[in-house]
Each structure stands twice: as C-alpha cells, then as structure tokens.
C-alpha cells in the first residue's frame, strides 16, 4: 500500500511541476499579447475587453496553481476557479458563434443550451 501511495504522490509532484512550466507559458503569451495589441496602429474593436478577459484567465490560473501545490489534490477552490474559467471561456465561444452565425437565433439557443447544461452540472 505504501509504494501506491508514494507513487500517486510523485504523480502528483510531477504534474504540478509541469502544470508550472505551462503556467509561465500562459503568462508569457499573455503579455507578450497585451503588448502587441496595445502597440498595434491599426484600430482594434473590444481591445480593453479581450486584454481584462485575458487577465482574468491569468488570475483564475494564478489561484488554481498555488492550490493544486499546497493540497496536491483538487480541493475545494480549485474546482470553482476550473469552473469559472471555464463559464467565461464557454460565454466568449457563444458570442463568437453569434458572430460567426450572423446572429440566427435557431444556431445560437443550441449552443446556449449547451452552455447553460455546463453550468447546471
């Protein structure tokens, strides 16, 4: 029994470790995004809300990691920061599918049940 549980623990280590390098590279290709968006002449729509959603993200993934460190196991935080990233994430595919459909409402309710079923579960 002891040797399961030293390996679920070293499982455990390594993926958090590997969790923290994919962190870095989140956090560098959200800066180095911010820049160029913000550098960029041409005139971008919704700049201000792709950069905060974004940020959020970032935020979201900031709580999350600590968490899986100090627990190693998915606590009590650790499913809502999943979950509110994952509501914000799935809101900005509908607004994308909306966009993409032209906005026809038969294409867009079947998405929105599917987005709504994910929140209920």
């Excluded at 959603?53 to 935020?59: A, D, E, N, R, Y």
């Excluded at 709580?63 to 650790?78: K, L, Q, R």
Aim: aromatic share 16%; net charge positive.
């Amino acid at each position: 029994m002891a040797s399961t549980e030293l390996a679920t623990e070293r499982a455990l280590y390594i993926v958090n470790t590997i969790g923290y390098v994919i962190y870095g590279g989140i956090l560098f290709l959200y800066a180095y995004s911010t820049y160029r968006t913000m550098a960029s002449r041409r005139p971008m729509p919704r700049r201000l809300f792709y950069i905060s959603f974004g940020g959020l993200l970032v935020i979201l993934l900031t709580v999350s990691g600590p968490t899986n460190a100090v627990f190693c196991e998915s606590m009590w935080i650790d499913p809502v920061t999943d979950s509110a990233a994952n509501i914000l994430i799935d809101g900005l595919t509908l607004y994308r599918c909306s966009i993409i459909w032209g906005s026809r409402l038969q294409i867009i309710l079947l998405f929105f049940i599917f987005f709504f079923l994910f929140i209920v579960r």
